[in-house]
């Protein structure tokens, strides 16, 4: 493993540890966007092996998203986004198929779209107190 490499493992695992549920989210987002662009680069290069391999990591990604889900406060947009994030995984699982970069895109679109929103409460969710602040 080069150095880089090294680095870049390193200032995950730091920022994964110092994340709090917010950053943890946003963390994923960026992560399934990550391997969604790289399995793109790979698909184009042909490489069907690195190509499945990183889809099947963002899938996994979306899948550890979909588990953040709290049906109970989330209500209504909890369970609109576990249908997104299903067809998100279909989706991948299609562009993998037939080596579709439009599909990739796809998700790929889908997924800024809801990272957009998530960063922008960002701000909302690091200012509420918390309840040992409260109590």
Not at 36 to 58: F, H
Request: aromatic share 6%; glycine share 8%; charged share 25%.
């Amino acid at each position: 493993m080069n150095g880089l490499q090294a680095y870049q493992r390193v200032n995950t695992q730091t920022s994964i540890t110092d994340a709090d549920p917010h950053k943890l989210i946003q963390l994923l987002y960026n992560g399934a966007l990550e391997r969604i662009n790289m399995a793109k680069a790979r698909m184009q290069a042909k490489d069907i092996e690195g190509k499945g391999k990183l889809i099947s990591k963002a899938i996994d990604i979306i899948g550890g998203l979909r588990s953040f889900l709290d049906f109970e406060q989330g209500g209504e947009l909890a369970k609109q986004l576990e249908a997104l994030y299903d067809y998100m995984e279909r989706t991948l699982f299609e562009a993998n198929r037939h080596n579709d970069p439009a599909k990739l895109e796809e998700v790929a679109a889908l997924l800024r779209q809801i990272k957009d929103g998530w960063d922008g409460i960002r701000s909302e969710v690091v200012q509420q107190p918390s309840p040992q602040e409260v109590g």
